[in-house]
């Protein structure tokens, strides 16, 4: 569970990162999705494990392994193809929709329900960001930022992404 919070604050600052340098906003402001992951990290750390059993094992290894070979090559292919056509910015909001598809079967072959809404939440953010203007889709790697962090949270917090369960009065 641990190795998925630092996966998810790493990339999330990643994407934070990005954010800003594809969107050419002031290069300090790099500071800001790297200081958020870092508290986040430390953040995490000091929470007892959420509720959920511990997902861990060589079989989780081996399906993100597969998930992430898969997603790397589809990143691949449609960089190349979208610089190719010469539509840069729709780079960022593809890879973010490539990258909630890459969350779809983790959520089932791990499991961590919640993963199924990471993906969806990323998938929406990528598919929104081509609906912008071109000079505003790099909004989509600040989305997908949020999206990890707010999942991260919610890893810490309930486990392997099952909803708290309301108790029974009575």
Known sequence: MRGG?????????IWGVAAVRVGQAPAWLVIGPVAISVALLFWARRQPIG????????????????????EGVAIFLAANVLINLHQPTLVMPAIAIIVG?????????????????T???LIVAGLLAILLPAKDRAMAGIAAALILWISCILLVRYGRGEAPRASNPA
């Open 101 to 117: 598809l890459h969350f779809i079967p983790l959520a089932r072959w791990i499991p961590v329900p919640l993963y199924y809404r």
């Open 51 to 70: 509720t959920g059993n511990p997902v861990e094992g060589d079989h989780v290894g081996h399906v993100v392994g597969i998930a992430t070979a898969i």
């Open 5 to 13: 919070i630092w996966v998810l604050t790493i990339m999330a600052a």
């Open 119 to 121: 993906g969806g939440g």
